[in-house]
């Protein structure tokens, strides 16, 4: 099994940036499809990006996209998330999780993922 640990998230202000990572250890993530995740207080848990296990065709949901990236370093067995242009609406605790598939399709259900980092909270101040 793969174990994952999520790391950089803290207060920020309102249009700047944060890069959260996703270490993993256990199984070389290379093997496995990537997403992050966010649940905001009071909020349901929502797909936010997602990169196959091949690097290529990333998916981002609307609210993030061209704010956004993800990235892996499989060399590094570590998935990345830059967040640019933080807004408040982005204040949530994030989560990676990891799914051995053969697709590159990503999945934005959460079920559909078997393992999970801690999450790392990220507040973003007006």
């Known amino acids: 099994q793969v174990q994952l640990v999520t790391s950089g998230g803290r207060l920020i202000q309102a249009g700047g940036s944060l890069r959260l990572s996703c270490a993993a250890s256990?199984?070389?993530?290379?093997?496995?499809?990537v997403a992050w995740f966010r649940q905001g207080p009071g909020k349901e848990r929502e797909f936010v990006a997602g990169i196959p296990q091949s690097g290529g065709s990333t998916n981002y949901a609307d609210p993030v996209k061209g704010r956004f990236t993800i990235s892996r370093d499989n060399a590094k067995n570590t998935v990345y998330l830059q967040m640019n242009s933080l807004k408040p609406e982005d204040t949530a605790v994030y989560y990676c999780?990891?799914?051995?598939?053969?697709?590159?399709?990503?999945?934005?259900?959460?079920?559909?993922?078997?393992?999970w980092g801690q999450g790392t909270q990220v507040t973003v101040s007006s």
């Open positions: 999780a990891a799914r051995r598939t053969i697709f590159s399709l990503i999945v934005v259900d959460s079920t559909a993922y078997d393992f």
């Open positions: 256990g199984r070389t993530i290379s093997n496995y499809a």
